[in-house]
């Protein structure tokens, strides 16, 4: 071969090489603003034949990711996918507990301490006049503002369960969508990679199919050999290998307070699994860490909080209800207690137990020892003897205690009584105001709400003996409201309740405590998520200026490689003309 003949097969390799160079660095520019592309190089080198330079040609098409720093950054897309979501539940957990009074009267606003000042209020405007109709009427449905909000704050909660529950499953389906692509990309690129093709814009895909991945959980992977992504569980799990490990899991349809998780359980929340294992626990971070521990531990101690305060407003309120009687007195009352003829009794002290008629005048009563009765059944049949008295069990397991002549209505009084260390009425739940045993299904009692049994306001005539047809029922006393009053805004003893410590004081304020714990954990779950915001982003703007493309740089590199371009075709267009006048020359000769 002629030296004319290598000149130009080495301006025309300097040809090849450039333009590839050129078309690199165009896509480059092209993909500035494509999410995941990183900058592409064109890797040129020497050939050399017999010691003797023959031109260039393209290795390989390459780009550089710094692998410790994209590391760093699927971590934290990890640490954000929680914080992201822990913000966004929490932020409507807070909602679901109203605002808090913005003005001067603590009846303003919707939080629960402030629903809870409105009833007390309404106790308040009651005791002035405790016969008035309609103030017993608005104090009853203030009451029940109380217990509607307890009710639909618990169902709030379960809810947001629910919805933590199906965004797991959500999650499971984009985590397993990421694994198969992972999965895929690995066989495209080791095809590529044996063909002598350019893998960067598919490992670029796989790249950010893991960076997708780890903000749904926590993961750990390494780049074999073979230019294989191999992805694992923070325990070492396989989810990614020679092949994908889908994920399983199944939402419920639907989710109570008493809905767990429960690893190894077939009853309750599933638990996550690959190859049949539970990998639940190994989930540490990430979109599904954080629904996981939304769901089983945050969001139940946000129920149990108001399961606390529904299960003493009850019982406070209803320790009082059950000192007085409604006038005119009830037809019948029937126990919140669920007992049996047989069921053992242990009481002490005597209550009163009568019949009067709507104005309030006696019919008959008896004043019963209790410490005289064994069982339910013997105590029913001793208030049977009460003329004008049915008492029995009935069918549903409660104690009934009846007036059998028209117009009549029974009263009790408490007296010295004591069962179990609680009154007569008390024990046994016929005059509670509130019905219900946790925040779920606390209610005002039906017959009261809906106005066919009045509130239990009056009280009974306590004198040593009584008289039929004289008036023994106090509808004009403010007894029984100033002590529910006195049971709301006095120290009662709370227990610890889904991190609340124990604690004493009034209702408001441990409303108000569980408003303010709630509004804590939404406000640090904000600082949380703007913190690994920030920190997510700083990486993601130093993996991209390390790796990304600089359009300024590679406008001048594209000018240079005209140019270099340029200067190649002159050489090719001047070795043709040596070419040429070489053959005019030869001819002529």
Do not use: C, W
Not at 152 to 158: A, D, N, P, R, V
């Amino acid at each position: 071969m002629s030296s004319l003949d290598i000149a130009r097969s080495i301006a025309f390799s300097g040809l090849s090489a450039t333009q590839v160079q050129i078309s690199v660095a165009s896509a480059n520019i092209s993909n500035a603003d494509t999410k995941g592309y990183t900058e592409k190089t064109a890797n040129q080198s020497s050939s050399v034949t017999s010691g003797v330079g023959t031109g260039v040609t393209i290795s390989g098409i390459t780009s550089a990711v710094d692998k410790l720093l994209l590391k760093s950054l699927v971590g934290a897309d990890s640490d954000l996918g929680a914080a992201d979501t822990n913000n966004s539940y929490l932020t409507e957990l807070q909602q679901l507990y109203g605002n808090t009074s913005s003005g001067d009267s603590s009846t303003t606003g919707t939080s629960l301490a402030n629903t809870i000042a409105a009833f007390e209020s309404a106790l308040s405007s009651l005791a002035s006049t405790p016969s008035s109709a309609s103030l017993q009427s608005n104090a009853v449905s203030a009451l029940a503002a109380v217990t509607n909000q307890l009710q639909q704050t618990s169902s709030g909660i379960q809810k947001l369960r629910s919805n933590a529950d199906q965004d797991i499953a959500s999650s499971v389906t984009d985590i397993n969508s990421d694994l198969q692509q992972i999965s895929d990309l690995n066989k495209q690129i080791k095809q590529e990679a044996a063909a002598g093709q350019s893998t960067a814009d598919l490992e670029d895909q796989r790249n950010g199919a893991l960076q997708d991945l780890a903000s749904q959980m926590n993961v750990s992977y390494f780049t074999t050999s073979s230019g294989d992504l191999q992805v694992y569980t923070g325990s070492g799990q396989a989810l990614v290998d020679s092949t994908a490990h889908p994920l399983s899991y199944t939402a419920l349809p639907s989710v109570t307070a008493s809905t767990t998780y429960s690893a190894g359980s077939s009853s309750g929340f599933s638990g996550i699994t690959v190859n049949g294992v539970d990998i639940t626990s190994q989930i540490s971070s990430g979109k599904v860490s954080a629904l996981i521990a939304l769901r089983d531990q945050t969001l139940p101690a946000a129920q149990s909080q108001l399961d606390e305060l529904a299960q003493q407003l009850a019982s406070s309120v209803n320790a009082v209800s059950n000192q007085g009687t409604s006038m005119p007195p009830p037809a019948s009352l029937t126990s919140t207690a669920t007992v049996s003829n047989s069921t053992s009794f242990a009481g002490t002290g005597t209550v009163r137990i009568a019949v009067a008629d709507k104005s309030g005048n006696l019919v008959s009563y008896q004043d019963i020892d209790l410490s005289a009765y064994s069982t339910v059944g013997a105590l029913a049949a001793k208030i049977n003897t009460i003329p004008g008295v049915s008492a029995s069990v009935d069918a549903n397991g409660h104690l009934s205690i009846s007036a059998t002549g028209s117009g009549n209505g029974i009263a009790i009084n408490q007296m010295t009584s004591s069962v179990g260390g609680e009154g007569f009425s008390q024990y046994f739940g016929l005059n509670d105001l509130i019905t219900g045993t946790s925040a779920s299904n606390i209610a005002v009692r039906n017959d009261i709400l809906s106005g066919t049994a009045a509130l239990p306001t009056a009280t009974l005539d306590t004198s040593s003996t009584l008289t039929v047809g004289n008036s023994v029922l106090s509808s004009g006393s403010a007894t029984v409201v100033n002590a529910l009053s006195s049971a709301l805004t006095g120290s009662t003893n709370f227990a610890m309740a889904g991190g609340l410590g124990a604690t004493t004081g009034s209702f408001t304020d441990y409303a108000a405590a569980i408003v303010a714990n709630v509004a804590g954990k939404a406000t640090r779950a904000s600082a949380t998520y703007t913190s690994k915001q920030t920190a997510q982003s700083t990486y993601a703007s130093s993996l991209s200026s390390q790796s990304g493309v600089n359009i300024d740089q590679e406008s001048a590199n594209l000018s240079a490689l005209q140019n270099k371009y340029a200067a190649a075709s002159q050489i090719i267009t001047a070795i043709n003309s040596m070419f040429s006048a070489l053959m005019t020359a030869m001819t002529a000769a």
